[in-house]
């Protein structure tokens, strides 16, 4: 079965204190994984498209990375500012319906 | 670019009523809309994927007959909330297919807060 599983569910970090989230998913035929970030009572904002294993991308302070199994999203130094739900997500089959792991809540405290 | 507009983005209505939101493409042409429900702390979970000028799709457990979804046009999709009920409160958010490569050829509504009383 088509899965993406997220972890951890809510992470606390102080300001400057770089961590990972984790997004394992189990696809069969990979058409791309997706990150996003998604404020309260707003809809994901696009951060990354990764499709190969062994991709990385990097915009200000995210870093995403692939492996076959998983992705990683690195916040290095992060700022309060970067307090947001994490959202990944697989495109299902040649519909390209997007499935979305259940995202981790980021908390930066100054 | 690919931009889509939700309305409205908060609705309260009083139970028994029906709710109409509506997601249009701005500057490009959705010939596929997928809509989505948020409850508090959890993810997107996928009800339908429209397709214009044909019937939607929807996904396991989603009652067709509630959530009337119409893509009439190539810039137009809506989803009508029928005989709206407290357990239908929740958020919407609709998405389209854009293959635009700067939003990772998806782009998302900003949502709409549906509260029925």
Not at chain 1, 91 to 104: N, R
Not at chain 2, 70 to 82: F, G, I, Y
Request: a neutral charge.
């Amino acid at each position: 079965e088509d899965q993406v599983t997220q972890s951890p569910e809510a992470l606390r970090l102080q300001e400057g204190e770089s961590s990972s989230l984790n997004c394992s998913y189990t696809v069969s035929g990979l058409r791309g994984l997706f990150w996003y970030r998604q404020d309260p009572g707003k809809g994901p904002e696009f951060l990354f498209t990764l499709y190969s294993a062994g991709e990385e991308k990097e915009k200000e302070r995210l870093k995403a990375t692939l492996t076959k199994k998983e992705s990683f999203l690195h916040i290095t130094a992060p700022k309060p500012e970067d307090s947001a739900t994490y959202l990944c997500a697989v495109p299902l089959d040649s519909s390209y319906k997007l499935i979305f792991g259940s995202g981790t809540r980021l908390l930066v405290r100054p | 670019g690919a931009v889509v507009s939700q309305h409205p983005s908060r609705v309260i209505c009083k139970s028994g009523t029906s709710v109409k939101i509506e997601c249009r493409s701005l500057d490009f042409q959705a010939t596929t809309m997928f809509w989505y429900r948020q409850f508090p702390k959890q993810s997107l979970m996928l009800m339908a994927t429209s397709n214009e000028g044909s019937k939607a799709t929807y996904e396991q457990g989603v009652e067709k007959d509630k959530f009337l979804i119409n893509h009439a046009s190539l810039t137009l999709s809506t989803l009508t909330v029928t005989s709206a009920h407290p357990e239908d409160s929740s958020f919407y958010i609709c998405s389209a297919r854009t293959g635009y490569p700067l939003t990772g050829g998806y782009t998302f509504g900003s949502g709409t807060r549906l509260t029925v009383v």
